[in-house]
């Protein structure tokens, strides 16, 4: 199961049922992005779904936003595989997909970004973000360095999309945020054993 399934009532299963999701995970960006009349009227407007059809799926905006950051998640962490498997440094490919979410869609990100720091308490949502340190972290490093560099890092990315800063996504802020990250590692201890 995807995050993205994770946060719907009804699990789609069929083909159908799974575009019909997508399709309304779209709509949801689009308006978020353009117009911010971000109802589930609107939503299953622009979706071409009934109101009744998305309910069916998201019981209510709150459970969209969340389903939107699980896709993203899932997406960031394909994109990473993807880069390291083209051999891009596991570091620098992490990082590039985190700046990268949302495929440029700023108000999107922002907006899911918000809904997510409202509801810090969502199930497995630290795990989510301990796991996606994983590139960050040498084998037999402590648990705190993972903490310590994914917050930092969130922090960053959390901090550009929020304050809607020009450094978003620029090739300037990747080298900062790699820099960081290398110089955290070269600093840490290992663990004695």
């Known amino acids: 199961m995807s995050d993205a399934a994770a946060s719907v009532r009804r699990r ?3 083909g159908r049922s799974i575009a019909t999701v997508e399709a309304i995970l779209e709509a949801a960006t689009r ?3 353009t117009d911010g009349r971000f109802t589930t009227n609107h939503v299953a407007e622009r979706a071409g779904v009934s109101v009744g059809t998305l309910y069916q799926y998201f019981p209510d905006k709150a459970a969209i936003l969340h389903a939107l950051a699980a896709r993203e998640r899932a997406g960031m962490a394909a994109a990473t595989r993807t880069a390291i498997a083209a051999g891009v440094d596991p570091a620098r490919a992490a990082i590039r997909a985190q700046l990268a979410a949302f495929d440029g869609r700023h108000a999107a990100r922002r907006a899911v970004l918000e809904a997510i720091l409202r509801d810090p308490a969502v199930p497995g949502m ?8 994983a590139p960050f972290v040498r084998d037999g490093e402590r648990p705190v360095h993972a903490f310590v560099l994914s917050r930092a890092i969130m922090g960053v990315v959390r ?6 800063s020009p450094l978003l996504g620029t090739p300037e802020l990747e080298e900062a945020l790699v820099r ?3 110089g955290y590692a070269e600093a840490s201890p290992k663990r004695s054993k």
């Not at 630290?126 to 340190?133: F, T």
């Not at 901090?159 to 809607?164: K, Q, S, T």
């Open 31 to 33: 308006i978020l992005e």
């Open 12 to 14: 789609p299963r069929q």
């Open 180 to 182: 960081l990250v290398r």
């Open 159 to 164: 901090a550009a999309v929020l304050e809607d």
């Open 126 to 133: 630290a795990d989510k973000v301990d796991a996606g340190v």
